[in-house]
Structure formats: C-alpha cells, structure tokens
Antibody, heavy 119, light 111 residues
Framework: EVQLVQSGAEVKKPGESLQISCTGS????????IGWVRQMPGKGLEWMGF????????RYSPSLQGQVTISADKSISTATLQWGSLKASDTAVYYC????????????WGQGTQVTVSS | QSALTQPPSASGSPGQSVTISCTGT?????????VSWFQQHPGKAPKLIIY???KRPSGVPDRFSGSKSGNTASLTVSGLQAEDEADYYC???????????FGGGTKLTVL
C-alpha cells in the first residue's frame, strides 16, 4: 500500500527556521516525483514545487522560488521542505503528494503538516 | 500563471445532480486531456476522484463523472449524498515547463 507520512504540526516564531518531512513507502521512492502543496487558512491549493528523488531534479513555483528549499534523501525515502526564516504568512497546511507522470495527476497525498508562525 | 476559474459554491438536495465548472485557457484545460478533480473534506487531505478528464480511480463511485468542452472542464455529481459535501478542486496540466494549475476550489453543500 502506497503511503506518504508527514511530520507533525509545528508552531514557530517569525525568523525561525523549519524543516518538515514526507516519508514514502509501498512503492519505489526514486521513481516518482514528489510535490509540495500549500493550503493557506481558508484558501485553495497551490503548488510550491516538485522533486524527483532519483536524481534530485527540482522545479520550484516561480512565485515561491528562493523562499523555500526542497530536497530528498533517497536512502530513507524522505522528501523535505525547509524554510530559513519563517514569516507569519507561511502559516498554512503543507501537503506532500506523489505525482503519477503517466496520468499527469496526483495519485497519493500525505496527511498534511500544519505550520503556525506567530510571535 | 493564473488559477483555473471555479465557482466558489454549489449546492443541491440529496438525490439531485450538480455540475461544477473549471475554466482555463487553450494553454491548459483546452490544450490537454489531463484535467483532474480532487475532493477535500474539512481537515482532511485532498483525494483524487477524476483524472484524464473522465476517468475514475478504483473505489470512486460512478456518481462522479467528468467532461470537457473547449477550455472548460466539468465535474458532475449525480444522486447527491450527504457525504459528498466537501470542497472540490480541479487541476490541469499546462505543459512540460509548468507545475500544473489548480482551480480556486468550489464548496459543495448538500441541502
């Protein structure tokens, strides 16, 4: 069974750094793109970027490039999303998602990680 | 890239049918047969219910159907049930150098 399990909720202060993770199981982690999707409070879904764990090819959303860093450690089947300096506007639920490139869709989602940034 | 356009809300009574639209451009919805629909219940992760415009993953009831005409894709939910009350998002492929585009979401209320 394919599963994407994300790390737990985080409460941080503005200016702090943060890394959240997404661990895949039940499939070959290096053979599928993993994407990160942001959902701000009461808002819709927004792509942040993708990574192909097989070769660490990364694509960022133009609007978010430079604000976050996406990486993957294929030895532990884990993708990560990190911030160097959080802002209050980073408060959101962040989902990781597996892309099915044959169907050009997302076929599996993580459970989501709530990130709250508040002073 | 702009989000695909969805109506913010839709509603119907149990047993009725409701259709949600998703309008893009010839560079996304109109240019490819790779439109997906996702259902999201409050506090839950989205779930794939339609891919490649019309196809349903295993386990998704056939009450859910998709279609496309020109730059507009549509999701129809027939025989509405209480558990269909959720947010629905469309997503379209938009070319190899693009991350794909989501719609703004539609809140479906079962009256």
């Amino acid at each position: 069974e394919v599963q994407l399990v994300q790390s737990g909720a985080e409460v941080k202060k503005p200016g702090e750094s943060l890394q959240i993770s997404c661990t895949g199981s039940g499939y070959t982690f290096t053979s599928h793109w993993i994407g990160w999707v942001r959902q701000m409070p009461g808002k819709g879904l927004e792509w942040m970027g993708f990574i192909y764990p097989g070769d660490s090819d990364i694509r960022y959303s133009p609007s978010l490039q430079g604000q976050v860093t996406i990486s993957a450690d294929k030895s532990i089947s884990t993708a990560t999303l990190q911030w160097g300096s959080l802002k209050a506007s980073d408060t959101a639920v962040y989902y990781c998602a597996r892309l099915n490139m044959g169907l050009l869709t997302i076929d599996y989602w993580g459970q989501g990680t709530q990130v709250t940034v508040s002073s | 890239q702009s989000a695909l356009t969805q109506p913010p809300s839709a509603s119907g009574s149990p047993g009725q049918s409701v259709t949600i639209s998703c309008t893009g451009t010839s560079s996304d919805v109109g240019g490819y047969d790779y439109v997906s629909w996702f259902q999201q219940h409050p506090g839950k992760a989205p779930k794939l219910i339609i891919y490649e415009v019309t196809k349903r993953p295993s386990g998704v009831p056939d009450r859910f159907s998709g279609s496309k005409s020109g730059n507009t894709a549509s999701l129809t939910v027939s025989g509405l049930q209480a558990e269909d009350e959720a947010d629905y998002y469309c997503n379209s492929y938009a070319g190899s150098n693009n991350l794909g585009i989501f719609g703004g979401g539609t809140k479906l209320t079962v009256l």
